[in-house]
């Protein structure tokens, strides 16, 4: 019998198969690391990111999968008599190729900053028109990673043309070079970079920078996410639900080595609840937005520990599918905070192996009961009520049921790897150094899967309390044909 | 007498009449057809289009004049050494050469697929800079129409310009050829193809691409029709409502050989209504919009089979004076569904002959009363009640009431030409193969013109309950002069 | 002692006075004349061109002002084998030349169309690429001005130097001729021709075609001139309120030699109220656009005829100043129509020698009172009450209450010149070819300055009865200095 | 211990203390000055230049710090015969070179005026084509500013680039010159010059032409600023807040040596309160705006004196660290006034010193109480009320409370040595000539402090009664550290 919806799938799925790589082979899935900018701005040096690697090491977030150490910006200090730049000696006395040295010998990969434009966006020298010497440069020191800013860009920009011919140049130059460098674009999404980017770049920032608040309006981030996918000012300051809302609309432009990235995680960082931080967490990696952690190890607290290390949220990011979750609903709420600010709305989307993913997330200003309807859950996949799927019988995982415990995450924190083992770590804990998301999730690996906690029977829905700013996020896997059976389809 | 409205039709006439054409003499009437992709997506191969032709003459639909059988994407394999395109040999183990042959064999043309981007939308090898050898290539397997989209275009993009000269190529390509190729673009609206198109191509998508729902907003469609005509991201899941509405400011942009193209049509997928696709169908006929059936022919109901062959409806698609129906008014309504969604509409238009169309579009959520009143219908031939059409007398034909009936069309399906003898199948049957629909016009075939229900007097209205999303659409034919006489005009 | 409003004034009159003409000597006020194009479409020959020009003479139009007869699409008969442009020659025997001569010989000047594209709108040969040829075909047939369209532009527009570029080809081309030729840009208002339109051309269309309704929404003119004074789709069918909204926001564009062209009049052709013709020509010369009428001479009523021929209002128009009205304020009024408008507004600004315009527009559903307090009308002579003008004492001059009596009117339609003349008919027209309207108001003319019908005391307002969609409209002269004395200022 | 918001401050304090200069080295902070425009226009002479630095002087205000006399449009008389610009003879008899010695002579510096197209505003010779030719004749002259306008531009705008190409080949030609000429892009904000100019210029106008009102909307100025950071019609008559609104949305991309240009100051022209020229003058200083006066030197009451030269408000401007205030909210409220405007704001930003600048602006129509909570006003330093200084004590300096008294003032305006003398005129002046605000600052020059009128206590909030379209400003100085201890941080 023919279902339309595996058409629909297979459909899809060719992308993720098919064989002509835009660009390298790197960003299968969505890159994971930690970028210093969100907690230290300017304020780097080598001991800073040699103690962060320790620290990421040490927290298990390396073998969680976070594999990319980022420097940002201020670590030059201009360019050489003959153009080459040259790091500041007094931050960086070790060298540049000897600190991603260092970096690889922890099992990790360097990644490194600058801008298309004349200068980068703290002032030091940009590779605008030094391409090519640059990427050389980069290679030279071993880096695995570009941060590729917008700053200074001396007027080139206004539509996808000017701008794209702007990054190609560095996508060529670092191509060109022979080695493997992962190129994540940063122009905020000026000129659509989701129309375009694919066959340039690993991923492309899509809004101007994040910042440490859930969903407060700023002047600075004018564009609101709601109506305006064509965003003349991306500014900065902008909430994560006002990236999220803005990314919305083109989650589906994020395929296999080309993802949309949201900017870097302010989980740690101390401007959200712990309820706000798991939401903000959990949609980046539903979106399949690139992870970068963007908090201060030495001040991580547990909590943000067991948000950034949930094995069952990683999974949805690094699932092998490569399909972001849709917003299949928004409504705006009358229950609204001091910003005026309400909203509820519910996610799903298709994972490997036949899985859902489902999230009602509520922006409201306090708990509320929300349902996840069946028909809308699986609306992709045969419109109003024709899936097949929403006949069908569901097991429901609660993503975060299986969170680690605080003593666990505390342990880590504090080195105490005696304590940690007692407190049974390995069980809250995806070694991904050992075996990828992939190969876990092929294998019903239970710390990806989640809790099962319910059943969702044939065109019935989930319910649940959701707190005020929070989520519920679970996985649904196939548990009965319902009414029908296998043979019937 | 002069009559001003005559000056003003005559000069809308020319446009039909005038020796100047674009491109080429094809689509002198919007191309009338099947695409395979809104049912299959990425599982085409050769025995899909063979056993879809084949269902489309057994159904009477090629005689119907739907006679453009079009490949989408995923057909392809790449290039050979020398460059040039090859068909998937798995799929197509016969060649394209010979599928176009076989296809051209049972009465139809053949259309292929290919992308102005560096990729097709799945990611097979794109057109762009491959122009001139891949029209050569599609002329040379005897290809009769293209679809050509625009994916991985290289941020070629961002004014008319700019898309012009990129689409420009292909055309002047085609053309080159020598053969008379159907330029379908597949821009999806960007960059307003609906300003430049007319010199460049057949046709043109003028918005992201239609899924099967009549209403329901979708977060990955973000312009909604109402008020922005101005569409910085196109999208996907763009529903039938949205399309119509968006087209509904430019429609008079379509003119013969060069058409707006509303996407192909979901009749038969199941995601509607019977009366939503009766509306579907009715306005994507009543715009001029390219006709593309999008159904798996294998599956298609009796219900939906006698919606795609009204010859009543059809007949206003290639009314053979070429103008689009015209949205005249159109109200939010406070009787929405549960997606918020409720307006009516109401739309008229001319034909050839003298003829009008009315139709009455209920999209509020339950049946009600709705009016078109004669001051509006003839809105364009004399500005506020003072049009001569006005004041005549015309009869009304309901272009639904001689829908063919389900057991005739079950018939149809099940190929027993017997029992659709018996049943009087050519009562309902409009055969273009045989006559063309200009003919048929011309002759007052009753099969075009509908059925007779009632009498618009001179200055009143046409009153009818419309079901919900449902639509009553008229012809109007002259009946007598009112309070005048033909000689006083 | 200094005034702050005189250094104002100076200021902006110093742009009539510069020496430097931005392209020709032409149109040093707006162009007046006549247009077949809103009456009779394509539906043109020479025979139309001459009986408009006896009716225009008779009429005492032309003598009012009318100067240009404008032959619009339609009239030609494609390239000869050399290139050259070629008239119908069925519905111009005569030839160009000839019709220009006998136009030449009735008083007039001779104006043509052509369209900056491959084709005009009705499809015939267009001009791109021939700019010279056809600008020297042009001037050799004796033609005075160009209307220059924009259809088939194959894709030259999307920012201000794409459209300049294409303009300025023509606009070089007529200047190469030697003859002076008016330049009449007609892009619809695309690419914001009112920001660098001055130094090619003597006029440029601001918005989408008019259509004979006051102020009817249509789907096909979808920017609505509130707020959008971007608009991406010019459309068509937009109403005299529509078009009227959006030049508010850049009426001060237009300077002498160059004006902003709202289209032309739709005065006569039957679609709007008397009112309503009195409202749309009121503004049309108010704010200096050129002033084409539109209308079939054989047909205008007396009632239409003494709109066209108000020479208080045209003199507005002619102001030797150049200054265009200004939007003092809009409201929406909850008094809407079937079509759900309702608004006021009040205009106001600068003529020659000292006087004021000012207008009250009501263009709700109903008759109602509207005052014009002296601080809004003063208002950019010293913000906020703070002007000399306010606190003076003004008479008031009723621009409309010398209208053309309706019998004086018909006798001239009627060509009774007996009857007209016993009507004492010069009494109510001012002979524009004997005396300019320069002239004219220099010397106190009382036809050009309106019926005095009160006082505005310094600080107080005007009060009056505004008709549903009417206007009043005012010249204000000053009478005394109010409280102060004139050697005090 | 790590304080995340000096990791914050000292990123954003690189900005000001990076080598890399992106012009020259004016304009460090930004620039001060009169221009002749907003009261003159054209009407300008050497005789008017020379009595307003007369005037400038003895009120004080050169020592103030307004250094710069900008001659605006109109002094031109077109190009002699070898191309190079002629001043009017009549205007400026003794000819630039030596008007620009007597005003260097009087310790100011000497702008000039011309615009980036065929022509200026005021349709004088314009520098396009001519700005390596121009910028000589510049230099020759002794010119130390060039206000660079956007009139008649030829169509060379639409995108950044274009834009940008246009402006840069002024700077380029200045750059050459050999001199240090301050450039003063006049591009009213077209295509973003916020985005770009950085580069390029020393300041760029950020919209169309501010006239003297508070608040009044203006047809002629379309865009709000509440929304619309995409402006297609800069226009002109935008209000004080308008503009305000307008720059909100990147107010932060004014760095030293290159500002935003909210325009020339209106205060002393007459069209708004007392109040409403307190709220313009501090804003304008706030948000480092370019401060020009605009006024009738000749004609400046005591009470506007009173504001131009309130040494706290300046030093709000001319702060070493270069970081605009932030618009922290913004709310609508129902007090609205005869045009419909009604709200409130607070602002906040980072001083040198740690020192912090608040406002609670009462743009509703009568006086109200208003506060700003400590956790809003340190939001940036600490999302959420995470902020350190969010727990501190704070002195709390009112920044008008030290205004000038208008018997003082009238003295300086009268002349009258003696009595400002013994009023203690000193008292209430800052010397900028002598001692530079940056000094002035690090030795806490109580005229620069304003007057400590409370205490803001660890996170409690300033409550104010601020008039109707008026203004509270206050410094805050750290006094203690709440309940935490220095050496804890």
Redesign the interface.
Same mark, same amino acid.
């Given at each position: 019998m023919?279902l339309?919806w595996?058409?629909?799938a297979?459909?899809?799925l060719?992308?993720s198969v098919?064989a002509?790589y835009p660009l390298n082979e790197l960003a299968k899935t969505p890159q994971m690391g930690w970028n210093n900018w969100n907690?230290?701005?300017?304020?780097v040096d080598e001991e800073l990111l040699i103690s962060a690697t320790e620290k990421i090491i040490q927290y298990g977030l390396r073998d969680a999968g976070y594999q990319y150490i980022v420097l940002d910006d201020?670590w030059s200090n201009?360019r050489s008599s003959n153009g080459t730049l040259q790091a500041n000696t007094t931050r960086f006395p070790s060298g540049m190729a000897e600190v991603a040295d260092r970096i690889h010998n922890e099992g990790f990969k360097f990644g490194m900053y600058s801008s298309a434009g004349? %200068?980068t966006c703290?002032?030091?020298?940009g590779s605008l028109n030094y391409e090519h010497q640059d990427a050389q440069t980069f290679a030279g020191w071993g880096v695995d990673y570009l941060k590729y800013d917008n700053c %200074?860009?001396?007027?080139?920009?206004?539509?996808?043309?000017?701008?794209?011919?702007r990054y190609?140049k560095m996508s060529d130059a670092l191509n060109s070079t022979g080695r493997q460098i992962l190129y994540s674009m940063c122009n905020w999404g000026e000129?659509?970079p989701w129309?375009?980017a694919?066959?340039v770049a690993n991923s492309w920032r899509m809004s101007g920078d994040i910042?440490?608040?859930f969903n /407060?309006p700023d002047?600075?981030c004018?564009c609101t996410g709601n109506?305006e996918?064509?965003c003349?000012?991306p500014?900065?300051h902008c909430s994560a639900m006002n990236i999220l809302n803005k990314v919305?609309?083109?989650?589906?432009k994020g395929v296999p080595h080309a993802w949309n990235d949201l900017d870097a995680l302010e989980v740690g960082?101390?401007?959200?609840t712990d309820d706000e931080y798991k939401t903000h967490f959990t949609m980046w990696a539903a979106v399949k937005s690139a992870l970068l952690m963007g908090n201060?190890m030495? /001040?991580l607290s547990a909590r943000d520990l067991s948000i950034l290390n949930n094995p069952a949220i990683i999974a949805l990011n690094q699932d092998p599918r490569g399909t972001s979750a849709?917003?299949v609903w928004?409504y705006d709420v009358d229950d609204v905070d001091r910003y005026g600010q309400g909203e509820i709305q519910m996610w799903s989307g298709q994972l490997s192996g036949g899985d859902y993913f489902v999230a009602l997330l509520n922006a409201g200003n306090s708990s509320r009961e929300m349902n996840a309807m069946a028909d809308d859950i699986f609306y992709d996949d045969?419109?109003?009520g024709?899936s097949e799927e929403s006949t069908m019988e569901w097991t429901i995982h609660d993503l975060w049921a299986n969170r680690m415990p605080e003593d666990v995450a505390q342990a880590l924190i504090d080195g105490n790897s005696t304590q940690a083992s007692s407190l049974n770590v390995t069980s809250y804990y995806f070694n991904a150094t050992e075996t990828s998301y992939e190969d876990g999730l092929a294998s019903n690996n239970t710390l990806l899967l989640g809790q099962p906690v319910g059943t969702l029977s044939a065109k019935v829905m989930i319910t649940a309390e959701v707190p005020r700013h929070g989520i519920m996020a679970y996985r649904l896997r196939l548990a009965g044909w319902g009414l029908r059976k296998r043979d019937e389809l």
């Amino acid at each position: 019998m023919y279902l339309p919806w595996l058409a629909t799938a297979s459909a899809a799925l060719s992308f993720s198969v098919h064989a002509l790589y835009p660009l390298n082979e790197l960003a299968k899935t969505p890159q994971m690391g930690w970028n210093n900018w969100n907690s230290f701005g300017c304020d780097v040096d080598e001991e800073l990111l040699i103690s962060a690697t320790e620290k990421i090491i040490q927290y298990g977030l390396r073998d969680a999968g976070y594999q990319y150490i980022v420097l940002d910006d201020c670590w030059s200090n201009g360019r050489s008599s003959n153009g080459t730049l040259q790091a500041n000696t007094t931050r960086f006395p070790s060298g540049m190729a000897e600190v991603a040295d260092r970096i690889h010998n922890e099992g990790f990969k360097f990644g490194m900053y600058s801008s298309a434009g004349t %200068y980068t966006c703290a002032r030091y020298a940009g590779s605008l028109n030094y391409e090519h010497q640059d990427a050389q440069t980069f290679a030279g020191w071993g880096v695995d990673y570009l941060k590729y800013d917008n700053c %200074y860009n001396e007027g080139q920009s206004g539509n996808p043309l000017i701008t794209y011919d702007r990054y190609k140049k560095m996508s060529d130059a670092l191509n060109s070079t022979g080695r493997q460098i992962l190129y994540s674009m940063c122009n905020w999404g000026e000129d659509y970079p989701w129309k375009w980017a694919q066959t340039v770049a690993n991923s492309w920032r899509m809004s101007g920078d994040i910042y440490d608040s859930f969903n /407060r309006p700023d002047a600075r981030c004018p564009c609101t996410g709601n109506e305006e996918y064509n965003c003349a000012l991306p500014g900065f300051h902008c909430s994560a639900m006002n990236i999220l809302n803005k990314v919305s609309h083109y989650i589906d432009k994020g395929v296999p080595h080309a993802w949309n990235d949201l900017d870097a995680l302010e989980v740690g960082n101390g401007g959200m609840t712990d309820d706000e931080y798991k939401t903000h967490f959990t949609m980046w990696a539903a979106v399949k937005s690139a992870l970068l952690m963007g908090n201060d190890m030495g /001040r991580l607290s547990a909590r943000d520990l067991s948000i950034l290390n949930n094995p069952a949220i990683i999974a949805l990011n690094q699932d092998p599918r490569g399909t972001s979750a849709v917003r299949v609903w928004r409504y705006d709420v009358d229950d609204v905070d001091r910003y005026g600010q309400g909203e509820i709305q519910m996610w799903s989307g298709q994972l490997s192996g036949g899985d859902y993913f489902v999230a009602l997330l509520n922006a409201g200003n306090s708990s509320r009961e929300m349902n996840a309807m069946a028909d809308d859950i699986f609306y992709d996949d045969g419109e109003e009520g024709t899936s097949e799927e929403s006949t069908m019988e569901w097991t429901i995982h609660d993503l975060w049921a299986n969170r680690m415990p605080e003593d666990v995450a505390q342990a880590l924190i504090d080195g105490n790897s005696t304590q940690a083992s007692s407190l049974n770590v390995t069980s809250y804990y995806f070694n991904a150094t050992e075996t990828s998301y992939e190969d876990g999730l092929a294998s019903n690996n239970t710390l990806l899967l989640g809790q099962p906690v319910g059943t969702l029977s044939a065109k019935v829905m989930i319910t649940a309390e959701v707190p005020r700013h929070g989520i519920m996020a679970y996985r649904l896997r196939l548990a009965g044909w319902g009414l029908r059976k296998r043979d019937e389809l």
